[in-house]
Nanobody, 121 residues
Framework: QVQLVESGGGLVQAGGSLRLSCAAS????????MGWYRQAPGKQRELVAS???????NYADSVKGRFTISRDNAKNTVYLQMNSLKPEDTAVYYC???????????????WGQGTQVTVSS
């Protein structure tokens, strides 16, 4: 099992930026990707972005061009750079480790505790 600890959330004005970090520990040889989900009040949890061990990335349409997912394998850390933030980006953001299948996409398995991102208008 992989343990995940997020940091970097907070309050920011619309148009601003935040960078989330997720430090991973533990080992699971089946894990080949990591991602970020978010859940806004009253809404379902949704995938924001994922990145494979090889560096391939995928994004939700709502964040394309504004958010960037990256990873530092030496530090076992995944980042989510969020620019041009909007009030609708307000949510709890969860880091996760999972498996990416080329035909069906990313499936999270291990979850962090979440970090709150609030964007004021």
């Amino acid at each position: 099992q992989v343990q995940l600890v997020e940091s970097g959330g907070g309050l920011v004005q619309a148009g601003g930026s935040l960078r989330l970090s997720c430090a991973a520990s533990g080992t699971d040889k089946s894990v080949n990707a990591m991602g970020w989900y978010r859940q806004a009040p009253g809404k379902q949890r949704e995938l924001v972005a994922s990145i494979t061990s090889g560096g391939s990335t995928n994004y939700a349409d709502s964040v394309k061009g504004r958010f960037t997912i990256s990873r530092d394998n030496a530090k076992n850390t995944v980042y989510l750079q969020m620019n041009s933030l909007k009030p609708e980006d307000t949510a709890v953001y969860y880091c996760n480790a999972g498996i990416f299948y080329s035909l069906s996409g990313y499936y999270p398995r291990d979850w962090g505790q979440g970090t709150q991102v609030t964007v004021s208008s």
